[in-house]
């Protein structure tokens, strides 16, 4: 007997683990979702959403009793890529599988398991993650349809909820902090320095626009700057020109999340003639050295001081927003289940119009093209049509109770029917197929800073 594909999610995030180890897990991760499709694992799909705060990993699999291969597969590619052991691994990452991984990827997109309750960014995080999975080749028609209804499913809390209505976001709060540990709060004379040209860089940009902040440059350490002030404005820094900008910044903001990172001794070599400066670190694995927060005249905001500083939002709100996620994982899930109804329905149709068939045949043997032999088949497919209609109906109802199996082998057992319910294909081995607006280049480090 087939079985309908399941779903299986590996969720390493700031709910669970701190921020650090969240790090340690992401760093070079990125690849996971393509090397697991290439191993010998019975993982069939793979997609990738890792931000500022979170690595996650929805995986597709055949059966049920695929799960644990899948999930040690897994955890072995990302301590592979990541140099940690499988031990750490395997007790940071939290497992969840079919309606538990549905629910957290709607909460999810729809900023229900963020640091800044109700933000906004993660539901484009979660489109990116599914357009990236899709340009690579890895994400299955199961995936694509679980991403897609969590995308549905932020648009209709941001709609019908007052959640994020504030426009709060990791970036918004990380600001106000910023103009609260300020002297001067008029954004307007602030010389600011941001790091890197992801999808946090650009939210950052935005958001400096809204504070009618003038004097921002941007530097990019593989050389990405030019390209971003181009369409978002600001001055584009390198090597040769950022030491001269830190010297003058008020506020340097790192959004890129990559292997250049600004020591504590970097910025004590300054000649800053005593100027304080505010460093904002937005960046999961570290734009600055943490010990920058100990120099003198130096503060430094990171996502735990976001994280703690994130207001709560209305318990009212939330309640709301919590139904329309529970609502729409309920709805996916039984879907899901109907899929398995669908294969079975589809095997005793072609049963009984087999049957069905050879009986008209005979009676067009006897009878011949006659008026009575017409009534009689059109009799037949009239009485074959009522007979079908109810075990068509129960086979719907038993899928959405999760009974589907129930159903699948009494039809073997009665009729001796052999109902494959069918699989979404592997990515395995599979060339890339690109989507019209699938990102991932042009960024920097977007998966780890976005």
């Known amino acids: 007997m087939g079985s309908i594909v399941v779903l299986l999610s590996l969720v390493a995030s700031h709910s669970d683990i701190d921020l650090e180890t969240v790090a340690k897990i992401s760093a070079d991760a990125s690849q996971v979702a393509s090397v697991v499709l290439a191993s010998a694992s019975p993982i069939a799909g793979a997609v990738t959403l890792a931000t500022c705060n979170r690595y996650e990993i929805y995986c597709e699999v055949p059966q049920l009793e695929d799960l644990s291969a899948a999930r040690s597969e897994v ?31 709607f909460s999810v997109g729809a900023g229900l398991d963020s640091a800044v309750i109700g ?19 890895t ?11 969590a995308s549905r499913t932020a648009k209709d809390v941001g709609s ?5 209505s504030r426009g709060l976001s990791v970036v918004s709060v990380a600001l106000d902090l910023a103009t609260d540990l300020s002297r001067e709060r008029d954004w307007k004379t602030k010389n600011i320095v941001i790091f890197g ?26 050389g990405r700057s030019e390209a971003f002030v181009a369409s978002r404005g600001g001055a584009a820094l390198d090597e040769s020109t950022l030491e001269a900008a830190l010297e003058s910044a008020d506020i340097i903001i790192g959004c890129s999340g990559s292997d250049h990172r600004l020591m504590a001794a970097d910025i004590a070599a300054l000649d800053r003639g005593g100027r304080p400066l505010i460093a904002v670190d937005l960046a999961l694995t570290h734009d600055f050295d943490p010990a920058l927060g100990a120099l003198e005249g130096v503060d430094l905001i990171d996502l735990e001081s976001v994280r703690m500083a994130a207001p709560d939002e209305q318990a009212q709100s939330l309640r709301e927003a919590r139904g329309i996620v529970l609502g729409a994982t309920q709805a996916f899930a039984a879907e899901q289940r109907e899929r398995a109804a669908d294969a079975a329905i589809v095997a005793l ?39 079908l209609h ?12 999760g009974r589907a199996d129930e159903y699948i082998g009494a039809l073997e057992t009665l009729y001796g029917l052999e109902v494959a319910v069918p699989v979404a294909p592997s990515m395995k081995n599979q060339a890339s197929c690109p989507v019209t607006g699938a990102q991932g280049a042009g960024t920097d480090s977007v998966s780890r800073s976005a």
């Open 160 to 164: 019908r909820t007052s959640l994020g």
């Open 390 to 401: 109810v075990p068509t109906v129960r086979a719907r109802e038993l899928a959405s109770e």
């Open 349 to 387: 149709r072609r049963h009984t119009q087999q049957v069905l068939e050879a009986e008209v045949e005979k009676v067009r043997a006897q009878h011949g093209c006659t008026a009575a032999a017409e009534e009689v088949e059109f009799a037949m497919r009239r009485m074959m049509r009522q007979l």
């Open 119 to 137: 933000e906004r960014e993660i539901a484009g995080q979660v489109r990116r993650a599914l357009n990236e999975a899709q340009a690579a080749g």
């Open 139 to 149: 994400a299955t028609g199961s995936l694509v349809r679980l991403f897609q209804a």
């Open 75 to 105: 955890i072995s590619q990302i301590a592979d890529s990541t140099g940690l052991d499988e031990s750490t691994i395997s007790t940071a990452l939290v497992s969840k599988s079919e309606t538990e991984a549905i629910e957290h990827l």
């Open 197 to 222: 040209t992801g999808a946090y860089a650009g939210a950052t940009m935005a958001l400096l626009r809204d504070r009618a902040a003038h004097n921002v440059s941007v530097f990019s350490a593989s």
